[in-house]
């Protein structure tokens, strides 16, 4: 599975939208995107996933670039809830099942 | 619609000793799979089951073990404990398909003292 590199931290205030970039420029044509976050002493928990075209659902956006190489999770009104680690992952689409390789993520911080 | 369960939540055990772990999946998956996570670091693979057979395994040694039951509940057995087999051992359900995503339990807290 490609690589993903993100930054360690990241704050945002109350109510603003949080944008969180994530590196993937070694990923494969059937490589999806996913995005996780976890809260503190919780299971991982499922955001979003895409593989070239943007994605929303009730809880993000997922804008992916058009080369692939690179793609923001966006949470349009964050709050406090919102603090936890954030995990970019690139999963394949074949022969991958049930992997995904975690990284360190991005801690974001929701500030009131 | 219940999501993941574990059980238990926490556990204290001594070197050398063997843990069961517990899991049942989300309603309607019949994918399981266990993760590791050391304080402070992301989930490692452990390993996978699918129809009641290990389909894929991350790089851990087989004193990590499992098995999936017919209602597709799982367990994960670690034999011969070491003090760095504490962590938090996380299980994951989905579909069968490679894209879909897998649903988290809050895992089960292993300290090895």
């Known amino acids: 599975d490609a690589k993903t590199t993100q930054p360690p931290s990241m704050d945002c205030a109350e109510g603003r939208a949080a944008n969180l970039p994530c590196n993937h420029s070694?990923?494969?044509?059937?490589?999806?995107v996913y995005w996780y976050r976890q809260i503190h002493s919780q299971g991982p928990q499922y955001i979003i996933h895409?593989?070239?075209n943007n994605e929303t659902n009730e809880m993000a956006s997922l804008i992916i670039t058009e080369d692939r190489k690179s793609s923001t999770l966006i949470l349009p009104h964050a709050t406090l809830r919102d603090t936890a680690v954030y995990y970019c992952?690139?999963?394949?689409?074949?022969?991958?099942?049930?992997?995904?390789?975690f990284g360190q993520g991005t801690i974001l911080t929701v500030h009131p | 619609d219940a999501g993941v369960t574990q059980s238990p939540t926490h556990l204290i055990k001594t070197r050398g000793q063997q843990v069961t772990l517990r899991c049942s999946p989300k309603?309607?998956?019949?994918?399981v799979s266990w993760y590791q996570q050391a304080l402070g670091q992301g989930p490692q693979f452990i390993f996978q089951?699918?129809?009641?057979?290990?389909?894929q395994r991350g790089n851990f040694p087989d004193r990590f073990s499992g098995h999936q039951f017919p209602n597709y509940s799982s367990e994960l057995n670690v034999n011969a404990l070491l003090l760095g087999d504490s962590a938090l051992y996380l299980c994951?359900?989905?579909?069968?398909?490679?894209?879909?995503?897998?649903?988290f339990g809050n895992g089960t807290r292993l300290t090895v003292t």
């Open positions: 309603s309607g998956h019949d994918t």
């Open positions: 994951a359900s989905s579909l069968g398909g490679p894209t879909s995503p897998l649903h």
């Open positions: 895409g593989l070239k």
């Open positions: 992952i690139v999963r394949a689409g074949g022969t991958s099942y049930g992997k995904l390789t």
């Open positions: 070694t990923i494969s044509g059937n490589e999806y």
């Open positions: 089951y699918y129809e009641e057979e290990e389909r």
